[in-house]
Structures are given as structure tokens and as C-alpha cells.
């Protein structure tokens, strides 16, 4: 055929190559091989734990699987985190300090400076990254918040989602948190989970434990040679506060004697365990303005009852995650593989003071109170007391409880005292831990990854996917692991959150509690000697000035090496400006009928902060019924649905609160149907709807939900998961529309006059007095 003949066999590819198949070597390239001792690794994060929840910390709250764990393995006393969940995260993941990994605050503000960039950097790479390139099945499980709110939409871009980076699989929520027993969206891999209703008796936490043993269990049985790292973050016990009912029954009256008795019960505990050093002195109730205390017994009886009722929410939900941890583990004895499993438990941050001093039944509701006046309603609270823990409740317990969560430390979650990153962390791995006990040595998140990296004889590169990796900022615990005497050598830790400074170094912190619209200074800085004073009660700064200025320039060095600054002066700007890249969000939008719920982020743009209105095209028949559209969920929301009678009925959800205009029946051949909202200012709206041009209700004065609510995003010709209405939902269902309904139309009108993006140069103004 024209062909020429070879001349004989010669050398390529990486072996013989003859003529034929028969007369030619074979070769593959290579794949990454872990050694056939290679450990699987298993990391569980909780969210919100405060040090003193777990029954091995010195809690009444019973978790018999983490006791055992710890028992048998490495409980960690110093152990510390950041004090909020995104940073954390970051840290955890990449072994790199959170501001120079892009995650300096919460994924839910993009401000535009690269240390708050609401996503992970290019170059960092995540412990998935690293791990499946060494060979790993890679699995995440559960919250990720480490996506831009304007990434989080099914259209992407999903650069900064789990599996873009190095998860093989992921199956959770993107978001902060979720209602648990109806998530307002899951996701598995990179898709949207499309499902209207979810049934009877669904709880995330075993929903999400399902997936993570299923996965575990068809990885083992695909390749059982190949070891798999599986990030576990819980979304409990993260507000709104959640539980099943039978997990609620067993802590029912475990709390009527307070906060105060609490604290010292645990302390006792934790005393008597050996957790705390000698003379560890319990901090005194928080006392500092705005994040004060009340003693317990000065308060009614009702609000007793009440604030006991929401502690024991927040304990069931700690002993579901403990069951949670116990059917994981039975998993992977039953499989064989426990032995030689890495077993991680720690919390991303210290207990939470969101629910401020009164705590709520109406989570979203509180997160705007500091943004509208008298809006809070505690006789409201109070007369919910039933539905605490239930799905239609948004439950978030008062600051006093989160005090006793954090026992023995002062203040919460987002301050950097130790009460906000002080935790409690467990390593268990038989086939290769030394021995089990104790270890009190000081640590920190971003130890995890080059000790796991150590413990596994993976090594992490420093140049991947064609970037220069920064390099990691934590110190193995591996030397600590094998010898409890030993010092850990990893040197000094800064800590920034909202404002709030920390810096440790050895035996000696430094750290401040950051008023909002105040200068930062050196005159903010306190001084505690951690050796001695565990709790920091004794500042020590007039008496060390030379220590403080020690340590100020220590924490100034590492500010700016880690893209700390800009610091977040209070003014509440970096809420407001937002990213180029969120104009197309705030543009009008048709939604064709069928299509799923959209995204929470961009449902949002559409209405917050402003008027809007929402355009129904349809050709309406007699008898057809069903929802019209639906935005929002039980924490608030509004819905337009067609009732029995052919009855056009609004509701809206003033986070919690219903209010319902009946706007009479809708004629046979109707072709449209117009809800037009005003929002003329002090968080207000003004409602109108229409038929087929003539107005057939209005009110006034509703609420405007802002801040994350409505959460649950907009769905067309049904009202999916949580209702927005729970009465309709009792009576119908999700309630999908019978006749022909097109599209609904959303376009997004004038800003409210005090909407936020209204005053962006005002607030630049007044924190530029901070500069």
C-alpha cells in the first residue's frame, strides 16, 4: 500500500516498540501509588461547638462515641481555631493563614481586597488537592462556605465549589447554614439536587451521614487498595437550631437550673478530668457591654422556661452529631478500615452570641435587628415556645448559653479572647498513634495539613497547576503525637477578626475587644501570661509595656504579611459596595414555568433592599388552583397561590409572622396577574396585586426581609421544601399550579431610600475617620 517497512523494533514510548501488538512492550503511565499501609483519613468538623459541649470536655451532655474516641486516642486541651467559620475552613483545608488564603471573613462579603476574597487563592492548594494527587479518593461532606454568594448559582462559575477543588465527590450545602429539616438547597458534585418536598421525619445531619457511609462504602468496594480522605462539616450546630423530637426528649429539663449553674458544673467536671491546668480560675460571667450576661436567676420565669427550652435544642443537636460520629465509625469497623483511619473531630469556631441577649424563635429576624429598630418580638418568642427545635422555628439560644458552651474561657465566636477560638480536638488512629492520653500543648488549625501530610507520607508540592504554592504556615503535631513531653515548635499565631486582634507567642498573648466606629491602636491591646493565666483575667499590659510593644510589632509583621489589612473599621461597608460582577444579578429576569428554584443569592438581588414586581403570565381556567410563585421559606418569605374558589391569596412571612390579603377570584381567561411591592423606607413594603390590570388588594406596611432572608430561593408555579405559608403547606402540600401558567417575570425597581448601596460614600466617610 505504499507503505514502507519498518526496519526492525526500536525504543519509545518508554519500551519496545515492534510492528505488531506481540512484538512490542507494553507501558502505562505511572498513576500515584500510595504504600499498601496508607491511612485513610477522616476529618469531622462541627460548627459553632463550643470547648465545653462534648461530655469528654466536661459537658452533661452525653456523646458516648466521641468519649470513646478520645479515650482511645488524643484529646487536645490548647487547641485552637479562628473564630469564625470561613476562615477556619480555609486554614484547615490549606494549612495557610486564612487572610493569606483569601478567607479572612465569612464567604457572605466580597469587599474586594485579596485577604477577603470569599473563596480560597489560586495558590493554596486544599488538602483534597494534595491527597488525590498522592493517589486519594477524596470526599466532602456537609457546609462548605468557601464559594462567593455571586458563584453560588447553577450558571457558576464553580471554580471555588468542591470538586473544582480536589474533591472527587461532595454532597451538602454550599451556604452558611440551612433550616435542617428542610435545607433550602442541596448539592451533590456540582449539580442543584432537585427534589420539591422532602419526606416525613428528614434530618440533614442523617441525611448527610448516609451519604458520607455510602460513599466510603462504594469507594472501598470499587478500589478497596486505594485509602480516601473524607471531609465531614456538619451544618450543626450552627443556628437555626434544629432537632428531631426524640433527640429532644432525652434533654428535656436538663436546663431550668441556667447558665450560671452550668458554667460551674462543667467547670467542676473539667477540673476534676484533668482538662484545665491547676488553679484554672473560671472566668466571671461576661460583663462587657453588648456582650453582658444576665445572672439567671434575675430572670422571669417565662423567659426562663423559654431560654431552657432552646438549650435543650442545642443539646440534642450535640448528641446527634455524637450518633452521628457513632454510625460513621461503625462504618468503618464494619468495613475494616477503623484501625487504620485517621479520625479528626474538632469545631470550627467558639459557641455563637447571634442570638444575642434574648435568643429567637425568628433566626433572620435577629441577624437585621442591629439594622431596624423595635423589630425584635419576644412575647412573640415566648408564645413559640412548642415549636422550638421543629422545622418552623429559627431557633438561636441567648448569649448567656453560648458563655456556658465556651466554659472556661471569656466572650464568643468573632471575638479573638479565647471563648472564640478555644475548641476541643480528637485524633484517634490505633494502627498508628503511640498511645493514647492527653496532650495540652498549644495548636492551632493550620497544624492539620502538613500533619496529616506527615502521618500519611504524602508530600505536598510546591508547584501545582502551574502556580507557585505559598507555603504552608502550620507546624506538623507529629513529634507531639509520639511524645507528649514535647514542645511543639511552630512559633507565634496571629489572629484578626472583624476588627478584633490576637496575637500568641509562647507563654504570652496579646489581644483586643474591638469597639465598631473606634481607633485601633496599641492602647486596645491586653496582655495575659497563658502560662499562668489560662482564662486571660489578669491584663497585665500596664505592667509589661515593653511585652506589649513586643508583641503589637509581632502581630504588625504579621498583619502585612498576610494580607490582613484592610481591617474592618465597623462602618459596615464592606456589606455594602459589591463586586462588578453582581450587576447581571440585579437584572430582570423570566422564569419559565418548570424550571427548578433559583439560586438564594440571586433571588435575592432581585428584591432587596428595594421595590420590585413580579409579573404572572398565564391563561387561567376555572378550577385551576395552585401556587403561583413562592420566594422564602418558614424563616420569611411571600407567596401568591390560587385557592379553592378560583381565590387569588398573597402571604407574606414577616419572618414568622403571617400576614394574608385575600384579593378575590380570579376570572376564567385571565392571562395576567401583577404583585407590585414598594419600598418607601424603615425596612418597610407596600404591596399591590392586580388582575389583569385592576388592583384587587393592597397592604401596607409589611416588613422587608433583608440581611439572608428570603432564603430559600424563587420557584415558579409551586412552593418547594419550606413553605413560605404553613398553614397552605398543611393543607396542600408544595401545591403546584393546575392550569397553564407560562413564566413569572421579576424586575427589580428603585432602592428603598435607605437602602445600604445608597450610603456607600457616607459609610466610606465615616470609616475613613478610622484610617
Same mark, same amino acid.
Request: with cysteine.
Given at each position: 500500500?505504499?507503505?514502507?517497512?519498518?526496519?526492525?523494533?526500536?525504543?519509545?514510548?518508554?519500551?519496545?516498540?515492534?510492528?505488531?501488538?506481540?512484538?512490542?512492550?507494553?507501558?502505562?503511565?505511572?498513576?500515584?501509588?500510595?504504600?499498601?499501609?496508607?491511612?485513610?483519613?477522616?476529618?469531622?468538623?462541627?460548627?459553632?461547638?463550643?470547648?465545653?459541649?462534648?461530655?469528654?470536655?466536661?459537658?452533661?451532655?452525653?456523646?458516648?462515641?466521641?468519649?470513646?474516641?478520645?479515650?482511645?486516642?488524643?484529646?487536645?486541651?490548647?487547641?485552637?481555631?479562628?473564630?469564625?467559620?470561613?476562615?477556619?475552613?480555609?486554614?484547615?483545608?490549606?494549612?495557610?493563614?486564612?487572610?493569606?488564603?483569601?478567607?479572612?471573613?465569612?464567604?457572605?462579603?466580597?469587599?474586594?481586597?485579596?485577604?477577603?476574597?470569599?473563596?480560597?487563592?489560586?495558590?493554596?492548594?486544599?488538602?483534597?488537592?494534595?491527597?488525590?494527587?498522592?493517589?486519594?479518593?477524596?470526599?466532602?461532606?456537609?457546609?462548605?462556605?468557601?464559594?462567593?454568594?455571586?458563584?453560588?448559582?447553577?450558571?457558576?462559575?464553580?471554580?471555588?465549589?468542591?470538586?473544582?477543588?480536589?474533591?472527587?465527590?461532595?454532597?451538602?450545602?454550599?451556604?452558611?447554614?440551612?433550616?435542617?429539616?428542610?435545607?433550602?438547597?442541596?448539592?451533590?458534585?456540582?449539580?442543584?439536587?432537585?427534589?420539591?418536598?422532602?419526606?416525613?421525619?428528614?434530618?440533614?445531619?442523617?441525611?448527610?451521614?448516609?451519604?458520607?457511609?455510602?460513599?466510603?462504602?462504594?469507594?472501598?468496594?470499587?478500589?478497596?487498595?486505594?485509602?480516601?480522605?473524607?471531609?465531614?462539616?456538619?451544618?450543626?450546630?450552627?443556628?437555626?437550631?434544629?432537632?428531631?423530637?426524640?433527640?429532644?426528649?432525652?434533654?428535656?429539663?436538663?436546663?431550668?437550673?441556667?447558665?450560671?449553674?452550668?458554667?460551674?458544673?462543667?467547670?467542676?467536671?473539667?477540673?476534676?478530668?484533668?482538662?484545665?491546668?491547676?488553679?484554672?480560675?473560671?472566668?466571671?460571667?461576661?460583663?462587657?457591654?453588648?456582650?453582658?450576661?444576665?445572672?439567671?436567676?434575675?430572670?422571669?420565669?417565662?423567659?426562663?422556661?423559654?431560654?431552657?427550652?432552646?438549650?435543650?435544642?442545642?443539646?440534642?443537636?450535640?448528641?446527634?452529631?455524637?450518633?452521628?460520629?457513632?454510625?460513621?465509625?461503625?462504618?468503618?469497623?464494619?468495613?475494616?478500615?477503623?484501625?487504620?483511619?485517621?479520625?479528626?473531630?474538632?469545631?470550627?469556631?467558639?459557641?455563637?452570641?447571634?442570638?444575642?441577649?434574648?435568643?429567637?424563635?425568628?433566626?433572620?429576624?435577629?441577624?437585621?435587628?442591629?439594622?431596624?429598630?423595635?423589630?425584635?418580638?419576644?412575647?412573640?418568642?415566648?408564645?413559640?415556645?412548642?415549636?422550638?427545635?421543629?422545622?418552623?422555628?429559627?431557633?438561636?439560644?441567648?448569649?448567656?448559653?453560648?458563655?456556658?458552651?465556651?466554659?472556661?474561657?471569656?466572650?464568643?465566636?468573632?471575638?479573638?479572647?479565647?471563648?472564640?477560638?478555644?475548641?476541643?480536638?480528637?485524633?484517634?488512629?490505633?494502627?498508628?498513634?503511640?498511645?493514647?492520653?492527653?496532650?495540652?500543648?498549644?495548636?492551632?488549625?493550620?497544624?492539620?495539613?502538613?500533619?496529616?501530610? &506527615? %502521618? /500519611?507520607?504524602?508530600?505536598?508540592? @510546591?508547584? !501545582?497547576?502551574?502556580? =507557585?504554592?505559598?507555603?504552608?504556615? *502550620?507546624?506538623? #503535631?507529629?513529634?507531639?503525637?509520639?511524645?507528649?513531653?514535647?514542645?511543639?515548635?511552630?512559633?507565634?499565631?496571629?489572629?484578626?477578626?472583624?476588627?478584633?486582634?490576637?496575637?500568641?507567642?509562647?507563654?504570652?498573648?496579646?489581644?483586643?475587644?474591638?469597639?465598631?466606629?473606634?481607633?485601633?491602636?496599641?492602647?486596645?491591646?491586653?496582655?495575659?501570661?497563658?502560662?499562668?493565666?489560662?482564662?486571660?483575667?489578669?491584663?497585665?499590659?500596664?505592667?509589661?509595656?515593653?511585652?506589649?510593644? &513586643? %508583641? /503589637?510589632?509581632?502581630?504588625?509583621? @504579621?498583619? !502585612?504579611?498576610?494580607? =490582613?489589612?484592610?481591617?474592618?473599621? *465597623?462602618?459596615? #461597608?464592606?456589606?455594602?459596595?459589591?463586586?462588578?460582577?453582581?450587576?447581571?444579578?440585579?437584572?430582570?429576569?423570566?422564569?419559565?414555568?418548570?424550571?427548578?428554584?433559583?439560586?438564594?443569592?440571586?433571588?435575592?438581588?432581585?428584591?432587596?433592599?428595594?421595590?420590585?414586581?413580579?409579573?404572572?403570565?398565564?391563561?387561567?381556567?376555572?378550577?385551576?388552583?395552585?401556587?403561583?410563585?413562592?420566594?422564602?421559606?418558614?424563616?420569611?418569605?411571600?407567596?401568591?397561590?390560587?385557592?379553592?374558589?378560583?381565590?387569588?391569596?398573597?402571604?407574606?412571612?414577616?419572618?414568622?409572622?403571617?400576614?394574608?390579603?385575600?384579593?378575590?377570584?380570579?376570572?376564567?381567561?385571565?392571562?395576567?396577574?401583577?404583585?407590585?411591592?414598594?419600598?418607601?423606607?424603615?425596612?418597610?413594603?407596600?404591596?399591590?396585586?392586580?388582575?389583569?390590570?385592576?388592583?384587587?388588594?393592597?397592604?401596607?406596611?409589611?416588613?422587608?426581609?433583608?440581611?439572608?432572608?428570603?432564603?430559600?430561593?424563587?420557584?415558579?408555579?409551586?412552593?418547594?421544601?419550606?413553605?413560605?405559608?404553613?398553614?397552605?403547606?398543611?393543607?396542600?402540600?408544595?401545591?403546584?399550579?393546575?392550569?397553564?401558567?407560562?413564566?413569572?417575570?421579576?424586575?427589580?425597581?428603585?432602592?428603598?431610600?435607605?437602602?445600604?448601596?445608597?450610603?456607600?460614600?457616607?459609610?466610606?466617610?465615616?470609616?475613613?475617620?478610622?484610617?
Amino acid at each position: 500500500m505504499g507503505s514502507s517497512e519498518p526496519a526492525g523494533p526500536y525504543e519509545g514510548f518508554g519500551g519496545k516498540v515492534g510492528r505488531t501488538f506481540a512484538g512490542s512492550e507494553s507501558w502505562w503511565p505511572e498513576r500515584p501509588a500510595p504504600g499498601p499501609d496508607a491511612p485513610n483519613i477522616v476529618v469531622v468538623l462541627a460548627d459553632d461547638l463550643g470547648f465545653a459541649d462534648l461530655g469528654c470536655y466536661g459537658s452533661e451532655i452525653p456523646t458516648p462515641n466521641l468519649d470513646r474516641l478520645a479515650a482511645g486516642g488524643l484529646q487536645f486541651t490548647n487547641f485552637h481555631v479562628t473564630p469564625m467559620c470561613s476562615p477556619t475552613r480555609a486554614a484547615l483545608l490549606t494549612g495557610v493563614n486564612p487572610h493569606r488564603a483569601g478567607a479572612g471573613h465569612v464567604a457572605n462579603s466580597d469587599p474586594g481586597f485579596p485577604g477577603y476574597a470569599a473563596e480560597l487563592a489560586d495558590d493554596v492548594a486544599t488538602a483534597a488537592e494534595v491527597f488525590r494527587d498522592a493517589g486519594y479518593h477524596t470526599i466532602a461532606i456537609g457546609k462548605w462556605h468557601l464559594t462567593k454568594d455571586s458563584d453560588l448559582s447553577d450558571a457558576g462559575p464553580r471554580h471555588s465549589w468542591p470538586c473544582q477543588r480536589g474533591f472527587d465527590r461532595y454532597y451538602g450545602v454550599l451556604d452558611a447554614f440551612t433550616n435542617l429539616h428542610h435545607p433550602h438547597r442541596l448539592v451533590e458534585d456540582n449539580h442543584t439536587v432537585e427534589l420539591d418536598q422532602y419526606p416525613d421525619g428528614y434530618f440533614v445531619t442523617d441525611d448527610l451521614t448516609d451519604r458520607a457511609i455510602g460513599m466510603i462504602r462504594q469507594a472501598k468496594a470499587s478500589n478497596p487498595s486505594q485509602p480516601f480522605l473524607c471531609y465531614f462539616a456538619h451544618i450543626a450546630v450552627h443556628a437555626p437550631l434544629q432537632c428531631k423530637p426524640e433527640d429532644l426528649e432525652r434533654h428535656r429539663g436538663n436546663y431550668d437550673a441556667g447558665w450560671d449553674a452550668l458554667r460551674e458544673a462543667r467547670h467542676r467536671r473539667q477540673v476534676e478530668l484533668g482538662l484545665l491546668p491547676p488553679g484554672t480560675t473560671l472566668a466571671p460571667r461576661n460583663a462587657e457591654e453588648g456582650d453582658d450576661v444576665p445572672p439567671w436567676d434575675d430572670l422571669d420565669p417565662a423567659d426562663q422556661a423559654l431560654y431552657a427550652r432552646y438549650m435543650e435544642v442545642y443539646a440534642a443537636m450535640v448528641d446527634n452529631v455524637d450518633q452521628s460520629v457513632g454510625r460513621l465509625y461503625a462504618a468503618l469497623e464494619e468495613l475494616g478500615e477503623a484501625d487504620n483511619t485517621i479520625f479528626l473531630f474538632l469545631s470550627d469556631n467558639g459557641a455563637s452570641r447571634e442570638g444575642e441577649a434574648l435568643g429567637t424563635t425568628s433566626y433572620f429576624r435577629t441577624l437585621v435587628s442591629k439594622n431596624v429598630k423595635d423589630i425584635e418580638d419576644h412575647d412573640f418568642d415566648r408564645s413559640r415556645i412548642d415549636l422550638a427545635g421543629g422545622p418552623q422555628a429559627l431557633v438561636h439560644y441567648p448569649r448567656g448559653w453560648a458563655m456556658a458552651s465556651n466554659t472556661p474561657f471569656r466572650l464568643y465566636k468573632i471575638n479573638t479572647h479565647a471563648g472564640g477560638h478555644s475548641v476541643p480536638f480528637i485524633l484517634h488512629w490505633p494502627q498508628g498513634q503511640a498511645e493514647a492520653g492527653r496532650r495540652d500543648q498549644w495548636a492551632h488549625v493550620t497544624d492539620l495539613l502538613p500533619t496529616l501530610c &506527615e %502521618l /500519611a507520607g504524602v508530600s505536598r508540592p @510546591e508547584v !501545582r497547576a502551574g502556580h =507557585v504554592l505559598q507555603p504552608v504556615d *502550620g507546624t506538623s #503535631l507529629a513529634p507531639v503525637l509520639a511524645d507528649g513531653s514535647r514542645r511543639h515548635e511552630r512559633g507565634a499565631q496571629y489572629l484578626e477578626m472583624s476588627g478584633h486582634r490576637g496575637y500568641y507567642d509562647g507563654d504570652w498573648e496579646i489581644v483586643t475587644r474591638h469597639q465598631p466606629l473606634t481607633e485601633f491602636g496599641d492602647h486596645e491591646w491586653e496582655l495575659y501570661h497563658l502560662a499562668e493565666d489560662r482564662t486571660e483575667l489578669h491584663d497585665l499590659a500596664a505592667e509589661h509595656p515593653d511585652k506589649v510593644a &513586643e %508583641l /503589637a510589632a509581632g502581630w504588625e509583621a @504579621e498583619a !502585612r504579611r498576610n494580607q =490582613v489589612y484592610p481591617l474592618d473599621e *465597623g462602618s459596615r #461597608l464592606r456589606y455594602v459596595v459589591r463586586p462588578v460582577y453582581d450587576e447581571p444579578l440585579q437584572q430582570p429576569v423570566r422564569i419559565v414555568a418548570g424550571t427548578h428554584t433559583l439560586e438564594r443569592y440571586r433571588s435575592q438581588m432581585l428584591i432587596q433592599w428595594r421595590s420590585f414586581t413580579v409579573d404572572v403570565d398565564l391563561r387561567f381556567g376555572a378550577g385551576d388552583r395552585g401556587v403561583l410563585f413562592s420566594h422564602g421559606d418558614q424563616g420569611g418569605g411571600y407567596v401568591l397561590y390560587v385557592d379553592d374558589g378560583d381565590e387569588l391569596v398573597f402571604v407574606h412571612n414577616g419572618y414568622g409572622v403571617p400576614t394574608t390579603l385575600r384579593c378575590g377570584p380570579v376570572p376564567d381567561g385571565c392571562s395576567s396577574v401583577r404583585l407590585a411591592v414598594t419600598a418607601p423606607g424603615n425596612w418597610r413594603w407596600d404591596v399591590a396585586v392586580s388582575v389583569d390590570g385592576s388592583v384587587r388588594g393592597s397592604v401596607g406596611d409589611l416588613v422587608m426581609l433583608g440581611a439572608m432572608a428570603p432564603f430559600e430561593g424563587i420557584n415558579v408555579g409551586i412552593d418547594r421544601r419550606s413553605p413560605v405559608s404553613w398553614e397552605l403547606s398543611q393543607r396542600h402540600g408544595p401545591f403546584p399550579f393546575t392550569g397553564h401558567l407560562r413564566a413569572v417575570t421579576y424586575t427589580p425597581g428603585e432602592p428603598a431610600p435607605d437602602a445600604g448601596s445608597n450610603f456607600v460614600d457616607l459609610l466610606r466617610e465615616m470609616g475613613l475617620r478610622y484610617e
